[in-house]
């Protein structure tokens, strides 16, 4: 098969596209011929050699893909040759052909084309497990992401948007803030230009978020406690500006806040199996429907995913860039 090697860490120019054997599914797994693979800021991270693989995880760049099923591994009873399936990768993405644990792929929703498949897994499987079950985000409740424009934000506005929750979101610029406000939330913050802190404390009466989603970091944690409602849940999954700040702990005591976070890849299977459970149940519905789906910046065929690493660093897209294969 081709893949995209990644032969030492750096710029995006030291990705190049090798031969070599395909995978062969183990118990529990399936080959996927991959016919599109979404592109994400991990993959950035590890290509730079600050997120590698856990132990026994392909090397391969891409944690998620969609396609059709090529082969099945023992004790594998669900999928079968020729079926089309997305599905969260443990790495592996950016190639012909990809090995999933079975339990983390999910059936392609009707209506949708191998590239808006390719781009539910790693988003959604993240959305849904910091915001709804760590976060505990309910109907009614306030919630806001930061980076509101990216494959992670559009799929949580939509997704509280979705069951009930007054959405805001910050962004860098008017476009993506009207992308935003299009998806479902309330009001989108050009955080160029406002402090989220005041916005958000005035339109809730000085009430506050709920649930906070934050991929910023660096000076946004305190800025997120201040911000926070009584109550409130602040849910860390990346920290583009840095993981190590200086807090006040005490509005923390007073208003009763958590401050928690997660990251995917490195979960339990029987973790990521539960929340793919969960998403067929609950959201998958929403997607056949048409009330949430996946928001298309881009796509590049496997051989320019050099520019597709390229337009994921300069952070200029609205939703998720897509390799075809």
């Known amino acids: 098969m081709r893949y995209v090697d990644l032969p030492e860490f750096g710029a995006p120019e ?7 054997p395909a995978p062969e599914p183990a118990a529990g797994e ?10 994400n800021r991990p993959d950035v991270m590890q290509r730079l050699g600050l997120y590698p693989p856990p132990p026994g995880a392909s090397p391969i760049l891409g944690l998620e893909v969609a396609g059709e099923v090529a082969a099945v591994g023992e004790k594998v009873e669900r999928w079968r040759v020729g079926d089309s399936v997305c599905g969260l990768t443990n790495g592996g993405g950016y190639a012909e052909y990809a090995v999933v644990p079975a339990d983390q792929c999910l059936p392609i929703p009707d209506g949708l084309s191998m590239v808006e498949a390719a781009a539910l897994p790693e988003t959604f499987f993240t959305v849904w497990s910091n915001v709804f079950q760590r ?142 459970s969960e998403l067929e149940a609950e959201v998958w519905p929403l997607v056949v429907t048409g009330k949430v789906g996946p928001q298309i910046a881009a796509t590049f065929p496997l051989e320019e995913v050099v520019e597709a690493h390229r337009l994921m660093e300069s952070s200029a897209h609205i939703g998720k860039i897509v390799l075809t294969v």
């Open 135 to 276: 976060g505990q985000l309910k109907p009614g409740e306030v919630f806001l992401v930061h980076g509101g424009s990216s494959g992670i934000g559009t799929t949580a506005i939509q997704l509280a948007h979705a069951v009930g929750a007054r959405v805001f979101a910050t962004a860098g610029s008017a476009e993506k803030c009207t992308a935003c406000e299009r998806l479902g939330a309330e009001r989108a913050i050009n955080y160029r230009e406002e402090d989220f802190v005041e916005v958000v404390r005035k339109a809730t009466e000085d009430g506050g978020a709920d649930v906070i989603l934050d991929m910023v970091g660096g000076d946004y944690v305190d800025r997120n406690i201040r911000v926070a409602a009584k109550d409130g849940r602040i849910v860390n999954i990346a920290f583009l500006n840095g993981p190590k700040v200086e807090i006040n702990m005490l509005p923390v005591m007073l208003n009763r806040l958590v401050l928690t976070g997660s990251t995917l890849r490195p979960q339990p299977a029987e973790v990521k199996a539960g929340i793919a």
């Open 30 to 39: 399936v080959l996927i011929q991959v016919k599109a693979a979404g592109v």
């Open 14 to 20: 030291v990705m190049t596209l090798a031969d070599g």
